[in-house]
């Protein structure tokens, strides 16, 4: 099974509210192709959470379709239990979820409910544990309540990751961490869409998903409000202010130093960017000042 996604036309509403209530999702139509990494933002209630839970089939649409490899993952006949051997999901603050008593069970849980046979399991978990950057041999028997969020959060993640995905999907995986938290998993999603995987980020930290992706979808209202690359994004400053949203920070900085004539480009996503370009500033200055011989 290949992992084209289309969303054709989706819309939704929760039932409990009633047939003349409004919609959570409206009209949804996105495509996402195979080994893209790419951000949903969008403000809360939003509607991002919940288009989240469609990819799999953990709720149906009232209207429209997704559609994987051109198949209908709602028509009859469609195995909803291989798909989600291959997209894999993690929710807003996985670590609620942990409950085994050592970090080698809890990332062992899935893919033993996989059926796998136990030498493949224990590949699997060494492989998903480094690739959360913790150490293998430090962490397998620690008890996951005892260790700090941020690793609680790694651990949790490289549960998702030991069912080996094809396509994974965030929702808000930064939430709650500090700075130190927020880069860990920074370099675990670049690591996994390293790897040939497609990356769905879903969150509202701006600072961070322009320094990861160039492709962003906003949501707002339940409906699609955008779809493009982040650099026609930030210029419609209209657009932001619509749907709540302002410049990351970085890009703050970078207009300010520009300003200054400190940089020349208008294109630095992250703070390692803007040091390159500075760094890359002072040398050139440096070169000009030496005397010609």
């Known amino acids: 099974m290949r992992l084209n996604l289309q969303i054709q036309n989706l819309s939704f509403r929760f039932s409990s509210f009633g047939s003349f209530s409004e919609p959570v999702l409206n009209d949804i139509n996105l495509n996402i192709e195979e080994g893209e990494f790419l951000a949903l933002v969008g ?23 997704i559609r994987v490899d051109n198949q209908d993952i709602f028509a009859k006949g469609f195995s909803l239990t291989e798909l989600r051997k291959k997209i894999g999901l993690v929710f807003q603050f996985p670590e ?18 996989l059926g796998l046979p136990e030498n493949e399991v ?35 993640i490289a549960g998702v990751l030991a069912l080996q995905p094809e396509f994974l999907v965030l929702d808000e995986p930064t939430a709650g961490l500090d700075y130190s938290g927020v880069q860990a998993v920074a370099d675990i999603l670049k690591h996994y869409h390293s790897m040939g995987r497609t990356v769905l980020l879903i969150s509202h930290n701006i ?8 492709r962003m979808v906003v949501i707002s209202d339940g409906k699609i409000r955008f779809d493009g690359h982040k650099k026609e994004l930030f210029q419609n400053q209209k657009l932001l202010q619509s749907v709540g949203l302002s410049i990351p920070r970085t890009l703050a900085l970078v207009n300010s130093l520009k300003q200054k004539g400190w940089v020349k480009s208008s294109e630095l996503y992250s703070i390692n960017d803007i040091k390159r370009e500075l760094d890359q500033g002072i040398l050139a ?9």
């Open 285 to 293: 200055k440096h070169i000009l000042a030496q005397p010609q011989t």
């Open 122 to 156: 224990a590949v699997r978990v060494e492989e998903a544990i480094e690739n959360v950057r913790l150490d293998f041999e430090k962490f397998k028997n620690r008890i996951p309540f005892h260790l700090s969020e941020g690793e609680k959060r790694r651990v949790a």
């Open 96 to 113: 609620t979820q942990l409950f085994e008593d050592s970090v080698y069970k809890d990332v062992a849980f899935g893919p033993r409910n």
């Open 43 to 65: 403000p809360s209630g939003s509607g991002k959470t919940t288009l989240m839970q469609h990819l799999t089939g953990l709720l149906k649409p009232d209207a429209g379709q």
């Open 207 to 214: 600072d961070l998903v322009t320094s990861l992706v160039d």
